[in-house]
């Protein structure tokens, strides 16, 4: 079973609509952070969590860290946010390993 | 200066060549990652480099030996490789071990 999983595995949606992502992780973590992934590789951190929530631009994450959730919306959903979206978190005392979701495949369509 | 570098975007060697990856970064950051990734699937850490000394190795095979010869260089020098290393290597760097990672746009490599 993988420390992090996320859900759904792909998605597809409309522009304009609102997007959520959700990872959900099963041990302790100091941080989590979302990763947006273009076709043709290129990673761009999105952000770095480790309680509450925050916002940048139409992106806004969220965590819980009691219930070890996070979850990632996007609000109008536009065709240039189509990317896999990757959740990774940092596991506490274990020397800060960092261990990746499998990944959203998110589509939007104009 | 604010983004990872890596060379060369694309790469292609056999079996028996000698090649090496190269990524820089000049934002000060004092640790630098590889990582594989394989289509569909998310990245594998291979190394971690803490102040140019070589924090983690996960268990990589040795036909992979990464370098790291300033703060601002690093290196991965392949060597034998199989087919199934075909994949993208994906550079980061962060300011210190395990803070937000910058990624670079990756080498893309085939092995033959």
């Known amino acids: 079973k993988n420390e992090v999983e996320q859900s759904p595995q792909n998605l597809t949606a409309q522009e304009g609509e609102f997007i959520t992502i959700n990872c959900s992780y099963s041990v302790g973590i100091s941080a989590l952070h979302w990763l947006q992934q273009h076709p043709g590789g290129g990673i761009v951190s999105l952000f770095m969590l480790s309680s509450g929530k925050k916002k940048h631009g139409r992106l806004i994450a969220t965590i819980n860290i009691q219930e070890k959730h996070s979850s990632l919306h996007i609000t109008a959903s536009h065709p240039r946010d189509s990317a896999v979206y990757i959740c990774?978190?940092?596991?506490?005392?274990?020397?800060?390993?960092?261990?990746f979701g499998t990944g959203t495949s998110l589509t939007v369509i104009p | 200066d604010t983004e990872v570098t890596q060379t060369p975007k694309h790469l292609v060697m056999g079996m028996t060549n000698k090649k090496s990856l190269k990524c820089e970064q000049h934002m000060g950051h004092r640790a630098m990652y590889w990582y594989k990734q394989k289509a569909k699937k998310p990245p594998e850490l291979m190394f971690v480099y803490s102040y140019e000394k070589l924090s983690i190795n996960e268990s990589v095979p040795s036909r992979f030996s990464p370098e790291c010869p300033n703060s601002s260089l690093l290196n991965l020098h392949l060597h034998a490789l199989q087919p199934e290393d075909s994949a993208l290597y994906l550079c980061?760097?962060?300011?210190?071990?395990?803070?937000?990672?910058?990624f670079g746009p990756g080498t893309r490599l085939l092995v033959l």
């Open positions: 980061a760097s962060s300011l210190v071990l395990y803070e937000t990672q910058y």
């Open positions: 990774a978190v940092r596991r506490a005392n274990t020397g800060n390993q960092f261990y």
